[in-house]
């Protein structure tokens, strides 16, 4: 008995004329006598949706014919594979996947893994902030696929409309892609990490010990520093090197973004976030959400109070940031060209600091908006403070409005004043595919 390969679509939908769009491909391969429930476990498999809770479509086209044929038992197993055996090409007759909640379970569990990143912007004032959305989608592959971050990015650009600058890192999940570009078009760049890990996958080569290389060469500053890295890269496997470059430069490494991504390299952030909710999720809708309310109260509180107790110019990082800037300053020689340029000696090199610009050609100075230690030690020879060349998104006040405003608690389910149409009606999840 032999096998056959053919063609899934899946995370699409129908549209009314029988078209299936929007979707993203994979191939998959199943024996020649597979049952029907075999074809269904091995696409749920496919494509990670558990059966505990989903139930699958699997749809599929033949010529003359403008309704699609439904295959949901063995007979119509055995008319697909006979078909397929017919055609012998392997891209013949795709079968179009739709996922749907299986209803028994709604208040059971639920899958609601989206960006819940998103919503820690959306607690705070997005105001204070530099403009750069971190969206996760390493469990979009659950019930709701892609529609809870279309969702959440429509309510997104409600609240926040279109920022100048503004960017989105994540770490290139199909569906995040196509989501945020519905909603927004503004660049997309990938998660160094996420990256990598294809890279690694792909080619042998690129073993943990090169992995520190292709790091620094995202977060390099400069372009001549990013060349030499690239070369390195080259000079071990060519391959890695089209690879990276096919990716796109601008979508991976710092030095060619469009838009500045600042230190967002990961989108550790909203993993981060998703972890700490891995056993929340477990739980029905309401305590679910509970949990992410509780949450974000507690990190909100907890980081204004910081905010409140920093008596430093900068927060947190940037404040150590500025003081090993400083400290990398001493041992620098000075020469003013004009009241603003001058060129700064160091090691054998020269970078020229503008500071009526903020910039610096090692390009620190602009990127990071704090001082380099070129800046630094101009500002020590001219014995001017730091303060006003350091950008005031650091500032603790900064902060303090970012985490303004407390996420309250909410009253007992008991005491909630609910107008009857409310509580009489059945929400059931969307119907998104
Ligand atoms: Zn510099």
């Not at 191939?27 to 006598?33: H, L, Q």
């Not at 977060?219 to 890695?240: P, Q």
């Not at 903020?358 to 990071?368: G, N």
Request: charged content about 25%; hydrophobic content about 35%.
């Amino acid at each position: 008995m032999g096998s056959i390969s053919f063609i899934i679509k899946h995370y699409g939908h129908w549209t009314e004329d029988n078209c299936y769009v929007d979707y993203t491909t994979e191939a998959i391969m199943i024996k020649e006598y597979a049952s029907y429930k075999d074809l269904v476990d091995e696409v749920a498999n496919q494509i990670g949706v558990d059966l505990r809770y989903n139930r699958l479509k699997l749809k599929y086209k033949i010529e003359g014919s403008i309704a699609p044929l439904e295959i949901h038992n063995d007979m119509e197993m055995r008319v697909y594979v006979s078909l397929k055996k017919e055609a012998r090409e392997f891209a013949k007759y795709p079968i179009c996947v739709t996922v749907s909640v299986n209803d028994r379970d709604i208040n059971c569990k639920n899958e609601y893994e989206e960006d819940v990143g998103m919503c820690m912007i959306n607690g705070g004032s997005f105001e204070s902030c530099k403009p750069i959305v971190v969206v996760d989608g390493s469990h979009l592959r659950g019930t709701y696929n892609g529609t809870f971050v279309s969702a959440r990015m429509e309510q997104f650009r409600e609240a926040h409309g279109l920022k100048n600058k503004m960017c989105v890192v994540s770490d290139r999940n199909e569906s995040i892609i196509k989501a945020v570009s519905r909603i927004y078009n503004i660049p997309h760049y990938a998660c160094m990490f996420h990256l990598w890990k294809n890279v690694k996958t792909l080619y042998k080569k690129s073993h943990d010990s090169f992995s520190e290389v292709f790091y620094e060469m995202a977060k390099a500053y400069k372009h001549s520093e990013f060349n030499e890295l690239m070369k390195k890269v080259e000079h071990v496997d060519i391959k890695v090197k089209n690879y990276l470059e096919l990716a796109g430069y601008d979508k991976w490494a710092r030095v060619y973004a469009t838009v500045d991504r600042g230190t967002v390299m990961t989108s550790n952030i909203a993993e981060c976030i998703n972890g700490c909710l891995v056993k929340a999720r477990e739980l029905p809708i309401y305590d679910f959400l509970e949990e992410i309310r509780q949450m974000f109260g507690r990190w909100n509180f907890k980081n204004h109070t910081s905010a409140s107790n920093t008596f430093t110019t900068r927060c947190g990082k940037a404040q150590a940031m500025l003081a090993e800037n400083e400290e990398l300053s001493l041992h620098m020689t000075v020469v003013a060209t004009s009241n603003y340029v001058h060129s700064v000696r160091h090691e054998g090199e020269t970078f020229i600091v503008c500071l009526e610009k903020k910039t610096c050609t090692c390009r620190r100075f602009q990127v990071d908006e704090i001082p380099c230690s070129h800046a630094w030690a101009v500002l020590k020879k001219k014995f001017l403070d730091s303060e006003p060349y350091c950008s005031d998104l650091y500032k603790p006040n900064t902060l303090l409005v970012t985490y303004a405003n407390p996420i309250n608690p909410l009253p007992d389910r008991k005491d909630w004043n609910m107008p009857a149409y409310v509580e009489n009606e059945i929400f059931k999840p969307p119907k998104f595919k």
